[in-house]
């Protein structure tokens, strides 16, 4: 018993001092993301205006870093600052459209499948069904 106490210590020691760095280092993470006014973008803390509604990105457009998540981006100016900058959380409504016929196209395609599958089954039952009628007359 006593030689398992030091080593039930040792690893309960690593487990704490694990944990104090990983701590310190989401605590640090926490102090980068807290950035300064000026590099926030302006449209999370000003009212703003949409000056070009959301499009899919140009050629040019794909070296903003704005652009690459979505593929869509939008161009707003800041009412309080005057900026103008991009905004990439925009979706446009061809897009929503064509996801919604998508999921509908998919919905159906699986809805005739599994008609088609029931239907199978049902044939198939009915005729062993038939079958076992068939067999029964035939023995009396």
Do not use: Y
Not at 39 to 68: H, I, K, L, N, Y
Not at 110 to 134: C, M, N, S
Request: aromatic letters at 6%; glycine letters at 8%.
């Amino acid at each position: 018993m006593a030689p398992a106490r030091p080593r039930l210590c040792a690893v309960l020691g690593l487990l704490l001092c694990g944990l104090r760095p990983a701590a310190a280092m989401a605590a640090a993470d926490e102090r980068r993301s807290e950035s300064p006014a000026a590099a926030t973008a302006c449209w999370r803390v000003e009212d703003f205006v949409v000056a070009q509604e959301c499009g899919p990105c140009s050629g040019f457009q794909m070296t903003v870093p704005e652009c690459s998540p979505t593929g869509f981006v939008e161009r707003i100016n800041c009412a309080g600052s005057g900026r103008a900058e991009f905004k990439s959380s925009c979706r446009s409504a061809r897009v929503e459209a064509r996801g919604f016929w998508r999921f509908v196209g998919a919905a159906l395609a699986v809805a005739a499948v599994a008609a088609a599958l029931v239907l199978g089954r049902q044939r198939v039952l009915d005729r062993r069904a038939l079958e076992k009628v068939r067999k029964q007359m035939e023995s009396i």
